[in-house]
């Protein structure tokens, strides 16, 4: 059994009548899921695609995404997501890098996109129209261990986003592995479901464990205090970036009480603060359980279900995930030192799409995956996150490449150079922060630079303040130093 839907099939609840998505606006039976994401399966075989190729797709949060994602499992087609901020100039760049057979976005978007087979989910000539006619009943396409089911961008350091491939068995491995250690409560579990759905946490983490363990999922369009709130009445489980928690805390309607049902709040994708796990422990009677994970891994490691959790800790490696610390001399880094994490299992990645030596580049001669992340690991194996040995900024649990950005910004008129770097944020962890030098004669304002950017980059991409400098502070070397960067404007979010 090697196609990831197989898997969703084998481990359906008894009653295929229980209520597997509830949202807004649809509910959807675990029997009513499976038919439809077959009449899905067939429309998307109607329209030419067969197993391999790439459905591109850049849609809002709904049921029907999910039915999207899963009909792709089934016709073998290699399901890509993307975030629906991106702007159209960075989508040319994925429609030419991913080369897909069909472009799956909203209306506003379906004439912006250059390609021959763009459709929208919901018009008339829709996916969703498409598969009404369709039988629900669909043979999966037998897949290999290592056949890709997912391919998602990650941006690389030196602007260039790589798509990481995941194979079929990366992604059930990892999700049946979660499941036991979030003891998972079969048939019992509800999960609330309010992270996005192009990345890891959203669609694998959650999803799966939700599909695997025959769960219901209370299915939010997006993260809302309110309805967040409502949902952990009639709920046991719920996964969130730590900005999810610090936004839940600011509001005094948070409490024990509300949340009596709720075994377990789970929190990733940004390093969770001291401060938001005793402060969160301390409202709700229970700590946070903090687990560690990327785009090309999945999950890596996790705090346990049972036994303390650590404030400041991401737990010891998931059952068949090996991780190692090696320091900068290249030797295993002693019990409690730091150096990169590098990691081994069958969640690691098959490497980035079309970019060999990216992907040769990302591993040790020994066939380690070398995060890029600074950590420390303790004699029992549990590991600390560190630092960052990439330049690489998390805000509300989205990640930006300041090269990127950079780039972008040091070709705007009246702009000399500049330096895009990280700052602590109350509420969205780091804030993209932009450092710039004005070319001579000239006065660039904030404003101006920021509206520049909105055009080429997603919104959550700007930075959030300008600040203008008379020389960037570099080394011997000439490298812009940003560690004294980030300590000068250390507290630009404080002051505010
Ligand atoms: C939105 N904005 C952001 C932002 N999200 N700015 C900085 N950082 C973010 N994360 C900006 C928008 O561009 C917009 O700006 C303004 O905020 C309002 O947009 P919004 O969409 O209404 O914001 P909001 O609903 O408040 O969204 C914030 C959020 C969301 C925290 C709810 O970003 C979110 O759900 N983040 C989770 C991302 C996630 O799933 N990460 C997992 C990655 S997987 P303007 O200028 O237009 O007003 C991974 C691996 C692992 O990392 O280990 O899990
Ligand atoms: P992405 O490439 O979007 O999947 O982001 C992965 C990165 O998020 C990791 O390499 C880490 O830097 C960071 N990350 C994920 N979970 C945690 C965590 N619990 N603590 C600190 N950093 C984390």
């Not at 994925?94 to 057979?101: G, H, I, Q």
């Not at 996109?113 to 969703?128: E, I, N, P, Q, R």
């Not at 359980?289 to 404030?311: C, D, F, H, K, V």
Request: with cysteine.
């Amino acid at each position: 059994m090697t196609n990831l839907f197989e898997h969703f099939e084998d481990n359906l609840p008894r009653n295929r009548q229980g209520v597997f998505l509830e949202s807004a606006a649809v509910s959807y039976t675990f029997s009513e899921l499976m038919d439809a994401s077959a009449r899905y399966a067939h429309a998307l075989a109607r329209l030419g695609v067969t197993p391999g190729d790439r459905v591109l797709v850049q849609v809002e949060k709904s049921a029907e995404a999910v039915l999207l994602y899963l009909a792709c499992l089934r016709t073998g087609a290699i399901y890509v997501p993307l975030n629906t901020a991106y702007t159209a100039s960075e989508m040319a760049y994925f429609l030419d890098d991913a080369s897909p057979t069909l472009v799956v976005v909203e209306p506003t978007r379906r004439f912006e996109v250059k390609h021959s087979h763009v459709l929208t989910l919901f018009d008339d000539d829709g996916l969703a129209g498409r598969s009404e006619t369709e039988s629900k009943e669909f043979d999966t396409a037998t897949r290999e261990d290592n056949d890709i089911a997912a391919i998602l961008y990650t941006s690389g350091t030196t602007g260039r986003s790589k798509g990481a491939m995941l194979s079929h068995s990366n992604l059930s491995s990892n999700a049946l592995t979660l499941l036991k250690a979030w003891d998972w409560q079969r048939e019992r579990d509800v999960l609330v479901h309010a992270l996005p759905i192009y990345h890891v946490h959203g669609l694998f983490v959650a999803l799966h464990c939700a599909l695997l363990g025959g769960s219901r999922m209370i299915f939010l369009e997006s993260f809302h205090v309110d309805t967040v709130l409502e949902a952990f009445q009639r709920a046991t489980v719920f996964m969130g970036v730590p900005t999810y928690y610090t936004r839940l805390l600011a509001d005094s309607r948070f409490t024990r009480e509300r949340c009596s049902g709720m075994r377990l709040f789970i929190s990733g994708s940004a390093p969770l603060r001291d401060e938001t796990f005793r402060e969160f422990e301390k409202r709700v009677g229970q700590p946070i359980l903090e687990r560690y994970g990327m785009t090309e891994a999945g999950m890596i490691t996790s705090n346990p279900i049972a036994g303390p959790r650590q404030a400041g800790a991401v737990g010891p490696p998931l059952a068949d995930v090996e991780a190692r610390v090696r320091g900068e001399d290249g030797a295993l880094a002693p019990s409690g030192e730091p150096g990169v994490l590098e990691i081994r299992g069958p969640n690691v990645f098959r490497g980035y799409w079309r970019m060999e030596d990216k992907t040769a580049e990302s591993f040790t001669d020994d066939g380690w995956f070398i995060t890029g992340d600074v950590a420390t690991q303790d004699a029992g194996g549990v590991v600390r996150i560190v630092g960052r040995d990439k330049d690489l900024i998390i805000s509300g649990g989205l990640n930006v490449y300041p090269k990127e950005i950079e780039l972008l910004i040091d070709e705007l008129p009246g702009v000399d150079e500049s330096a895009v770097i990280g700052v602590h944020h109350p509420d969205w962890g780091e804030a993209v922060v932009a450092i710039v030098k004005a070319g001579p004669g000239a006065s660039p304002g904030e404003e101006s630079i920021i509206e520049a950017l909105r055009e080429h980059i997603a919104g959550f991409k700007l930075p959030k303040r300008v600040a203008f400098i008379d020389e960037l502070p570099r080394n011997a070397m000439g490298k812009v130093q940003k560690n004294v960067l980030r300590e000068r404007y250390a507290t630009t979010f404080e002051r505010a």
